[in-house]
């Protein structure tokens, strides 16, 4: 199955930045669209912001005007810029990919999950 390695946690002061990079670990597959999703302690896993292959996005209300995905179909990795982070923000946020494969058709791919913390 596919992989997806990401990178780019860590702690930062509220108003800071961060970037989140997701990279799938081998060839012979199509990725459809790509996107982050979030969970806070005790709550469920969230959109954050997801693109097309033609480079169509969508974000949550909350990260509108802060965050930015962007993507690289040719190297099929996917980004995420955060911007103004707020202490809401803390979370795990993973990256998911719609993938097709001749072997097992279409899934969605997770990745491991990467820790974002944003000190007040």
């Known amino acids: 199955q596919v992989q997806l390695v990401e990178s780019g946690g860590g702690l930062v002061q509220a108003g800071g930045s961060l970037r989140l990079s997701c990279a799938a670990s081998?060839?012979?597959?199509?990725?459809?669209?790509m996107g982050w999703y979030r969970q806070a302690p005790g709550k469920q896993r969230e959109l954050v912001a997801t693109?097309?292959?033609?480079?169509?996005?969508n974000y949550a209300d909350s990260v509108k005007g802060r965050f930015t995905i962007s993507r690289d179909n040719a190297k099929n990795t996917v980004n995420l810029q955060m911007n103004t982070l707020k202490p809401e923000d803390t979370a795990v946020y993973y990256c998911?990919?719609?993938?097709?494969?001749?072997?097992?058709?279409?899934?969605?791919?997770w990745g491991q999950g990467t820790q974002v913390t944003v000190s007040s």
């Open positions: 998911n990919a719609n993938v097709w494969t001749m072997s097992t058709g279409s899934y969605a791919a």
């Open positions: 081998r060839s012979g597959f199509s990725i459809d669209s």
């Open positions: 693109i097309t292959t033609g480079g169509i996005t």
